[in-house]
């Protein structure tokens, strides 16, 4: 459900307001440390840090770089030397199995109350998630007649030679598996081999893997597929070099992409952790952060019109009808997956 529009908060506002919210504990070195992807950086620095910065009185530096580097970084430190953590949640689900983060005291985060119940608490007493994203698929409608309008589609004798699927490496990548298993009418983990049967049966479809949206678009731009499975945040840009691109409405759902904001063992400033994701949780922060092209909101405070809202996972209706995945078995078998999956692909 699309909501009414409201009147956009300025910076200055949003950070005299989030000064009022909270008496801000101080860095205990001066610094406080965010572990990140990198991207957005601009808007991220005027949206986020520069009014945190405010708020503590100290300094904030980072650490880039993907999920899986990042988190090998903070396993080589024992948890150590980051005070906050944004990983998808596979990831996530991982740096919980190997020790690495600390459970949130949700009395200090209660701006958690205000987000969708699916984001709360998607890990336990962990993380809470501060954006909500979809692995769905894309397809050039002006080169396919058919609309597809569900998983199995994927499978269609026309669209052979037409599909670039992620890397089983990626995020969205080991969800083929999943939804091979559901063709196959099994569990991907009990009857992994009937799921990579299905999974060869899309060789004939397949053109190539890739391994980063601008890879996909890319693909879709010089006409060498026009189908792929994807995740939404690749949307704009891909509609923006091919406009025929459209998002499938899937009869069967799109399946939950979960960024989440996690505190590590080794955090120096833990008081201070929470206080950040409360700001970043916070309905002004995440109405700006939507507005400006950056998340996903996921606090019920916010307010987008249709427009705005058009990239987004967002709203109830959207939000309830995600089919949602369970990493810790997933990450117990990727090994496998990989293997069978370079087999199957002939990598």
């Avoid at 908060?9 to 101080?26: E, I, V, Y």
């Avoid at 001066?30 to 009185?57: A, H, K």
């Avoid at 969800?175 to 983990?189: H, K, S």
Wanted: net charge negative; with cysteine.
């Amino acid at each position: 459900m699309i909501m009414k529009n409201r009147l956009t908060l300025s910076l200055a506002t949003l950070s005299a307001a989030a000064l009022m919210a909270a008496s801000p504990a101080m860095a205990q070195s001066g610094t406080f440390t965010v572990s990140w992807w990198g991207f957005n950086g601009d808007n991220l620095q005027e949206i986020i840090i520069n009014p945190f910065q405010e708020m503590c009185d100290c300094e904030v530096i980072f650490e880039t770089g993907n999920n899986s580097d990042r988190l090998s970084r903070l396993q080589s430190r024992g948890g150590d030397g980051v005070d906050v953590i944004y990983l998808t949640d596979r990831f996530s689900q991982l740096g919980i199995e190997l020790g690495l983060f600390q459970p949130v005291d949700r009395s200090l985060v209660p701006n958690i109350e205000e987000i969708y119940d699916l984001a709360q608490a998607p890990q336990g007493e962990y993380g809470p998630a501060y954006t909500i994203g979809r692995v769905g698929i894309v397809y050039n409608s002006a080169e396919i007649s058919e609309p597809i309008s569900s998983w199995g589609d994927l499978w269609r004798e026309d669209l052979a030679s037409q599909i670039s699927l992620p890397g089983i490496t990626t995020t969205a990548g080991p969800m083929v598996v999943l939804q091979a298993a559901e063709r196959a009418g099994v569990d991907a983990y009990a009857d992994t081999d009937a799921a990579f049967g299905e999974v060869a049966g899309l060789v004939p479809n397949v053109v190539t893997n890739y391994n980063t949206g601008s890879e996909m678009i890319n693909l879709f731009s010089t006409g060498e597929i026009t189908v792929s499975m994807a995740q939404d945040f690749a949307l704009g840009r891909l509609q923006a070099a091919v406009p025929t691109a459209v998002w499938a409405d899937l009869d069967d759902g799109a399946i939950a992409t979960l960024n989440t904001i996690n505190i590590p063992t080794g955090s120096e400033n833990v008081e201070l952790a929470h206080q950040f994701i409360n700001f970043v949780l916070s309905a002004e922060i995440q109405q700006e952060l939507a507005e400006r092209g950056v998340d996903a909101p996921v606090n019920n405070g916010v307010e987008l019109t249709e427009e705005q809202a058009a990239p987004w996972t967002y709203g109830d209706d959207m939000i309830s009808g995600l089919q949602r995945v369970d990493y810790t078995p997933m990450n117990a078998a990727l090994d496998d997956w990989i293997n069978r999956w370079n087999e199957t692909f002939g990598m």
